[in-house]
């Protein structure tokens, strides 16, 4: 779908109307105050990014999102963007009553690039039945470096060509359900140590080695016709020597994205109130500086007060000249085009028996073995030991910390034994306490999380498995540390920490079947690795 002329659809708004569809802004709560409806009316506001903090239920989100489509379309005569991240697994915001399809490394786990399309037509189908038309998914980003804090499990893989393959399958099934799909995050998040949310990373590799990796996947996003790109906030100094980063660059944008790639269709920023723009530039400055780069869509995820004076900022830099009331125009004109000829997701979709039972399938197709003793898979014995974290909050981008379901609790609840919970990062005393209570169990059961980031984790991984005792570790995001094992442990993958994921463990524990997936990823972690995430 192209641009319907320069400026075409934009010429008959205003400056305010036209800014207002280039902003898409979050708010709190479940339901919309007084206040934030007079923002959206006085500032023309043309989309709207939607968190788990905003959604019960999925009758409520329907609910909501017809509210909001109903308030958008009178304010500024255009639909909105329903924006969301539901990438699958571990990254979803739909409550767990919904379909949420598998994440991007379970998905390349189970060798079928197919099935990456059926998650996209899973969740499509589930975004369009509660009324979203929009996800910031899939990830294009290689996991190329494993102490990455932030991508991980969101990733397809370590290989450009795996990550193209997955990455545009899941891409083609949103679009099968008139979902717009965004991938992200260009040119690419997959190469640091640093999680923009928290601060700036550098990617320092030359030209040739990001258009050998990083850009790839991006590249045949941009062949294949995907309707919009997200930006990192991350800094790629081959690429713009000022030192500032890919959202902000205009030769990231322009240069290299617009002109050299000819991609032909929207720019949307990551979150501008994350720590690598508004602690180091400031918001409302990020985003003006965006807007001159060539970005389309500027998200400001949390804060009415900052996408009200980001707002005012642009308006004052139209009317000095800072800011080209042209390209203004074209870059409403690419929004206005897919608003208007988007014509989704249809009304009247719904999930049906057989999209659940297709979730349960890809679900239990995704579960990838690292290795097992020559024994087989331990049994438990009568004095099983369990232990655990809980599902701590590993980067802003995922949901807070979830106490609801707890690993070690909830299989001695279902298999008797002995209950242990660590913390994220357990420490030596900690670790000592838990080694002494394991070394009486018949067999130990242990739950990682990011492990392979927790130096406290690993080490205990470690002495776990060099007391002689038979031992089952289940990985419940990034599965790194599972590679650190030696194989006289039987080491599993499941990608992601929930009641389905905990289900499919009890399942091989009770030995009713043993998972076919193959680990997708080869690199192993960096052995100092320390990052607290």
């Known amino acids: 779908m192209g641009q319907q002329g320069k400026g075409q659809l934009a010429r008959a708004l205003t400056l305010r109307e036209q800014l207002g569809q280039r902003i898409a802004v979050g708010f709190p709560g479940t339901e919309l105050t007084e206040e934030f409806l007079d923002f959206l009316a006085e500032f023309k506001i043309g989309n709207l990014i939607l968190f788990k903090r905003n959604i019960e239920s999925t009758r409520q989100i329907q609910r909501l999102a017809g509210q909001l489509q109903k308030i958008v379309s ?10 969301i991240d539901q990438e699958g697994g571990p990254i979803v915001r739909l409550p767990e009553e919904a379909v949420n399809a598998p994440g991007a490394m379970a998905i390349a786990a189970t060798g079928n690039p197919g099935n990456a399309y059926l998650a996209g037509q899973l969740t499509g189908k589930q975004l369009a039945e509660v009324g979203i038309n929009f996800d910031l998914a899939p990830v294009l980003d290689i996991n190329c470096n494993p102490d990455n804090p932030v991508i991980g499990v969101r990733s397809y893989g370590d290989t450009p060509e795996q990550t193209a393959e997955y990455g545009l399958a899941m891409m083609q099934g949103l ?12 040119p690419g998040h997959g190469d640091t140590r640093e999680d923009s949310h ?4 550098v990617v320092d590799k030359t030209r040739e080695e990001l258009w050998q990796m990083e850009l790839v ?6 062949k294949a016709g995907v309707p919009a790109i997200m930006t990192s906030h991350v800094v790629y100094p081959a690429l713009e020597p000022g030192r500032i980063p890919a959202t902000m660059s205009r030769a990231v944008i322009t240069g290299l994205l617009r002109e050299e790639m000819g991609y032909q269709g929207m720019v949307v920023s990551d979150s501008m109130e994350m720590a690598a723009i508004h602690k180091y530039y400031g918001t409302s400055e990020g985003v003006l500086s965006a807007f001159c780069a060539g970005v389309d869509i500027v998200l400001i995820s949390h804060s009415m007060e900052q996408a009200r004076e980001a707002i005012l900022m642009a308006e004052k830099a139209v009317a000095s000249g800072a ?7 074209e870059a409403v004109d690419r929004i206005l085009s897919w608003k208007v000829g988007l014509a989704g997701p249809e009304a009247g979709t719904k999930v049906e028996a057989a999209d659940r039972e297709l979730e349960a399938k890809l679900l239990r197709q995704t579960f990838a073995v690292t290795h097992l003793p020559k024994e087989g898979l331990p049994q438990l014995g009568e004095k099983p030991f369990f232990t655990g974290c809980y599902a701590y909050q590993s980067s802003l981008v995922s ?8 690993f070690p609790e909830w299989l001695a609840h279902v298999f008797g034994g002995d209950a242990c919970v660590f913390s994220p990062d357990p420490t030596e005393e900690e670790i000592d306490q838990i080694l002494e209570r394991a070394a009486k169990g018949s067999c130990i059961v242990t739950g990682t999380y990011n492990g392979h980031l927790r130096q406290g984790q690993r080490r205990l991984l470690r002495r776990l498995s060099q007391l002689g005792i038979p031992m089952v570790a289940f990985a419940l995001r990034n599965p790194y540390e599972l590679l650190e094992l030696p194989e006289t442990v039987a080491a599993i993958a499941v990608w992601e920490y929930s009641h389905r994921s905990l289900e499919g463990i009890r399942s091989i524990l009770e030995g009713h079947w043993l998972p076919e997936g193959k680990l997708p990823v080869t690199i192993m972690p960096g052995p100092e690795s320390d990052e607290s995430t």
Request: negative net charge.
């Open 74 to 83: 009178d304010n500024t005569g255009y639909p909105a963007f329903l924006m």
């Open 175 to 186: 679009l099968s359900q008139k979902v717009i799909p965004c991938v992200k995050h260009f």
């Open 198 to 201: 928290l601060s700036l990373p």
């Open 217 to 222: 996947p991006f590249v045949q996003a941009v």
């Open 323 to 329: 800011l080209q009331r042209e390209a203004v125009e």
């Open 399 to 406: 949901n807070e910390d979830d106490k609801k379901v707890c």
